[in-house]
Every structure is written in structure tokens, then in C-alpha cells.
């Protein structure tokens, strides 16, 4: 009864198909950044940079760092930013209405959400057991502006780095 084809066939199909679930919900970004990211790379006026996590642990390797800076590097698995820089050729780009997410998306929870004077700045986190796994940051309006940073980086590490880089806004930070 237990070795019957079909049913090893459909054992093999469902443990495929969890897998392949699993995996997708694990390296799951919001649609609608990757939307943005897709519809705007490559255009001309527009800056896109896409980096690797080896790369960011070999530049850790090699520079000049504080620990606490080198150790924010090894933490990211990859940094993908996004930058009109040639607003007149996009006068109605906006990345956080384009994002159209009202609430954060499914796992994300809001960091900071600032509009002021046709400015928006809507900063989202992703985190797991005390480690941020996505921080994006959209900014829209006059300036727009997506960076994703994809990692496992503890909100301690960047409390240490705000004091080495100046950028006192982190220590505020709590998950």
C-alpha cells in the first residue's frame, strides 16, 4: 500500500510545491517596489545600482572601516537604490503613491512617514528575531528616491553605526 506510484508521485509533487512556496515567501519584496525598480531602471535620467552581498563583504574586507561599519556590510545580502535624477523628464513620478500601499505590506511594519510640502518619505522595516531582513526606504514627490536593503542586520549594529557616521536619527531606532 505504501509503494504505490501514484501516490510517491503525489508525495513528490506536494513536498515540490512546498518548497517552492516556502522559498518564494522567504526572498519575497513588496510588487509594487519591484514594480517601481522595473519600470524605471535602465530609462535615461534615471540612476540604478544594484549590489550584491559579496560585494559588500569584499568591500568590507578591504576598506579603511570602524568594526562596527565592516560588520554592517557582512550583514547585507544586497542594496538596490533608485534615483530620478532627471525630475523634468518625469514632472509625475511619485515612488510612495506609485507604491500604493496604504498599509505596509504583509511581514513589513512603518519605521517613519513624513509629508510635508508635496514631500513623502515612508520608511518600512521587515524584521525576524531582532534582525531587520528588508529596510526600504521610498521617498517621493520633488526628490524620488528607493533604496532596499536586504540582510540580517541587528538594530544594535546600526545604532553603532550612527555614532561613527553622524547619523544620529538611527539611535532612535527601536524593532
Known amino acids: 500500500m505504501g509503494n504505490n506510484p501514484k501516490r510517491i508521485v503525489m508525495k513528490k509533487i506536494i513536498v515540490i510545491l512546498s518548497l517552492v512556496i516556502i522559498t518564494a515567501a522567504l526572498t519575497a519584496q513588496p510588487r509594487e517596489v519591484e514594480s517601481i525598480y522595473h519600470k524605471y531602471k ?6 540604478s545600482v544594484y549590489l550584491p552581498g559579496f ?12 568594526n562596527e561599519e565592516r560588520q554592517l556590510l557582512r550583514s547585507i545580502r544586497s542594496l538596490r537604490v533608485l534615483t530620478i535624477e532627471d ?15 496604504r498599509t505596509p505590506p504583509a511581514g513589513y511594519h512603518s519605521l517613519v512617514e513624513v ?8 520608511i518600512l522595516v521587515r ?6 531582513r528588508d529596510l526600504l526606504i521610498l521617498v517621493g514627490g ?19 553605526v550612527a555614532g561613527v557616521t553622524g547619523v544620529q536619527a538611527c539611535e532612535y531606532m527601536e524593532l
Do not use: C, Q, W
Request: glycine share 10%; no cysteine; net charge negative.
Open 42 to 47: 535602465g530609462e535615461e535620467g534615471v540612476v
Open 55 to 66: 560585494l559588500m563583504r569584499f568591500a568590507g574586507a578591504i576598506a579603511d572601516l570602524e
Open 87 to 101: 525630475t523634468d523628464r518625469y514632472p509625475h513620478a511619485n515612488f510612495v503613491t506609485e507604491a500604493r500601499f
Open 115 to 122: 509629508n510635508s510640502e508635496g514631500e513623502h518619505v515612508r
Open 127 to 132: 524584521e525576524k528575531r531582532g534582525r531587520i
Open 142 to 160: 520633488d526628490d524620488n528616491t528607493l533604496v532596499h536593503i536586504r540582510g540580517r542586520i541587528h538594530a544594535d549594529l546600526l545604532n553603532a
